[in-house]
């Protein structure tokens, strides 16, 4: 009931005007980014494009934008007071909050992954079709981790600016392969799409700590907020 | 009998709160309104206490989404759920603390509120979105606790929200209102309590008076005003007396202003004396100095005679009992 509840919550908030256009302009930013590098030369083109324009900076910046517009800009306990304090549960309408963005984030990064590998190879490439379906499944994974860690972080601070300082730590600790790396998604994304990878780790073991660490993200989230 | 309790509850400007309530009407007064919409924000759930507890019923309504199904509440900022329409997230609410979602309609009927139902609840300006939700919470037949901020300050006619709080607290509901209005304070009744420097607590016994105190004095001009002395300290009050600077006016000292007038009026009419002029004083500075003296050495004494115990006084000799 409170799952749901949240979830309709989060549902609600995302469907006000702008979230369509901070959509569109993600996906232009992306397709943009394709076309340059494609422009520069083709060989490489789609992981420069990838690794920088599509899931470096437009899915954690969309995915930012997804959360606090769930939480309506707020922390994660504000987020849900509408509703808690009629006497749903907090912890289970945070785990329904998450899930639009989720799922949205998903669907993005999908999209736009394909669209890179399809701008940056083009049809006549023998390998598209194979690339583009595993950007398809890392954009989908990749934006459901960020959005779970966004809400995670989202506990934090009196109006949620957790999410403001992941997302600083994603930039600038994700970028690089050290310890320092490793709570962040950035460096695990990079991994998966084949870029350098976070203390030499494999896909594998970068795919379980990119899910692991969302998911512990949230979990303190969600724990940090009150019954 | 539902019991709410503040156990030194603090959280923002309100400092500490301690309170009991049994079920009836409180109306808590602050010349400043943040204490006040703390106080609310705690009752309600809506935040925990940085410090100290609250209890309902023996549950904290901060950590339990069963005790704040049972609490009705009116905060100072108010946020509906967003939806399409008013009446969809009325809707949302209501199924949100366990009613039926399609009263909706029947909620912003009552409140006089039907005009707003298709509006989209961003549309609603503060006061609008105020009243929504002071008729929710008024419509919450279970609720045990009200916890209301300003419930006289929406657009509901003032004749209902008192009507329907008198309903309530009929049927054993704790009605805790806040306001910084004492013209409020007045309308809604009940029990007050004040919030002095961030900090709010129930006197047990009696409650508290304006003017309450032993250097509480009346100036009293009165055509006879030696008479009026002698049956006022005939009264079982303990009222005394001192002539003023004419004969014919008196200065009087009881326990409490309004005791002290009521007496001084009731003698007065009962034995023909004749009132020209009545006024308090303000207390001399030598008479509060002595009363904080009174309080030390009173509270030295019993703190002497805990420590001592069955232990046999001192001798009496020439700086016994000379200690200040």
Redesign the interface.
């Known amino acids: 009931m409170?799952a749901r509840?949240g979830f309709?919550?989060a549902s609600?908030?995302l469907r006000?005007p702008g979230t369509l256009s901070a959509g569109l302009l993600a996906l232009c930013f992306t397709v943009g980014v394709a076309l340059l590098e494609r422009a520069q030369g083709r060989g490489g083109a789609a992981d420069r494009a990838l690794l920088g324009g599509a899931f470096g900076i437009a899915l954690p910046l969309f995915c930012y934008f997804l959360v606090a517009r769930s939480c309506?800009g707020s922390s994660l306990q504000s987020a849900v007071?509408?509703?808690?304090?009629?006497?749903?549960?907090?912890r289970a309408l945070v785990l329904g909050l998450a899930l639009p963005a989720a799922l949205v984030a998903s669907l993005f990064a999908a999209l736009s992954g394909a669209l890179v590998v399809l701008i940056t190879r083009g049809t006549g490439d023998a390998l598209w079709l194979r690339d583009a379906a595993s950007c398809v499944w890392i954009g989908a994974i990749s934006g459901v981790a960020y959005v779970l860690t966004f809400v995670g972080a989202s506990g934090y601070g009196s109006r949620g600016q957790g999410r403001a300082w992941l997302l600083a730590a994603d930039f600038v600790l994700g970028a690089g392969g050290s310890l320092l790396a490793v709570p962040w998604p950035k460096g695990h994304v990079r991994n998966l799409l084949g870029g350098t990878p976070v203390l030499e780790l494999s896909q594998l073991i970068a795919l379980l700590l990119l899910l692991g660490t969302s998911f512990a993200f949230l979990g303190i989230g969600s724990l940090r907020t009150?019954? | 009998m539902t019991r709410a309790q503040f156990l030194g509850a603090a959280l923002r400007q309100l400092r500490s709160a301690d309170l009991e309530l049994a079920p009836g009407r409180y109306v808590t007064l602050s010349s400043e309104p943040e204490p006040l919409q703390a106080l609310i924000a705690l009752a309600?759930?809506?935040e925990?206490p940085a410090r100290g507890s609250v209890w309902l019923d023996g549950i904290a309504p901060?950590?339990?989404?069963?005790a704040?199904?049972?609490?009705a509440?009116l905060l100072a900022d108010e946020?509906?759920?967003?939806?399409?329409n008013t009446e969809r997230s009325v809707a949302?609410?209501l199924?949100?603390?366990?009613d039926s979602a399609g009263d909706a309609a029947r909620v912003l009927a009552d409140a006089g509120l039907t005009q707003l139902a298709t509006l989209p609840t961003?549309a609603l300006a503060a006061r609008e979105t105020r009243s929504v939700a002071l008729a929710l919470a008024l419509a919450h037949e279970r609720a045990e606790l009200f916890a209301l901020h300003e419930p006289l300050a929406t657009a509901l006619t003032r004749s209902r929200v008192l009507e329907t709080l008198d309903r309530h607290v009929a049927r054993g509901a704790i009605v805790l209102c806040t306001t910084t209005s004492t013209a409020d304070a007045v309308l809604l009744g009940g029990q007050w309590l004040c919030v002095e420097l961030g900090r709010l607590r129930a006197e047990p016994g009696e409650r508290p008076r304006l003017g309450f105190g032993p250097w509480q004095q009346v100036l009293v001009e009165a055509s006879d005003a030696q008479s009026l002395a002698l049956l006022l300290h005939a009264s079982p009050h303990g009222l005394s007396t001192e002539l003023g600077s004419e004969p014919s006016v008196l200065k009087v000292t009881g326990p409490a202003l309004d005791v002290t007038v009521r007496e001084l009026i009731g003698l007065a009419r009962q034995h023909g004396i004749e009132i020209r002029r009545l006024s308090a004083t303000v207390p001399p500075v030598e008479s509060l100095l002595a009363a904080r003296a009174g309080f030390a050495r009173g509270a030295y004494e019993a703190a002497r005679l805990a420590a001592l115990g069955s232990v046999a006084p001192p001798p009496a000799g020439p700086y016994s009992g000379g200690y200040t």
Request: charged share 30%; glycine share 6%; net charge positive.
């Open positions: 409170s509840a309709e919550l609600t908030r006000q309506a007071n509408p509703l808690a304090r009629h006497g749903l549960s907090r009150r019954r | 309600s759930g809506q925990a901060a950590a339990s989404p069963e704040r199904r049972r609490i509440t946020a509906l759920p967003p939806d399409r949302r609410v199924s949100a603390r366990g961003t």
